[in-house]
């Protein structure tokens, strides 16, 4: 029977660091190549947009008073029509 032949630990760590080292450089290129496409913009409202308008005008003059620039909004109850929020939202950053 032929004798094994006997491999040191540091030919082991090497062959496991270049082994990680590929599939670390394989997932960022799959990760980097994969990137979904933004979802298109929606077209804001008429209505909608003179809103954002409003409410950039009362920022911008709460900001020269010395104020934080807060705004508070009350819920609208259902069912009246309040389909501004998803624009609210995406000009003024909800999603933070």
């Known amino acids: 029977m032929p004798k094994?032949?006997?491999?040191?630990?540091?030919?082991?760590?090497?062959?496991?660091?270049?082994?990680?080292?590929?599939?670390?450089?394989?997932?960022?290129?799959?990760?980097?190549?994969?990137?979904?496409?933004?979802?298109?913009?929606?077209?804001?409202?008429?209505e909608c947009a003179e809103y954002i308008e409003d409410i950039e005008k009362q920022l911008a003059k709460a900001k020269q008073e010395g104020g934080d620039g807060v705004l508070a909004f009350s819920r609208v109850p259902a069912g009246t029509g309040d389909h501004c929020g998803e624009e609210f939202r995406a000009h003024f950053g909800g999603d933070r």
């Not at 006997?6 to 990137?35: G, P």
């Open 4 to 46: 094994p032949i006997r491999t040191s630990r540091r030919m082991w760590v090497a062959a496991w660091v270049v082994l990680c080292a590929a599939a670390l450089a394989a997932t960022a290129e799959l990760n980097s190549s994969s990137a979904p496409d933004p979802p298109p913009q929606k077209p804001v409202s008429a």
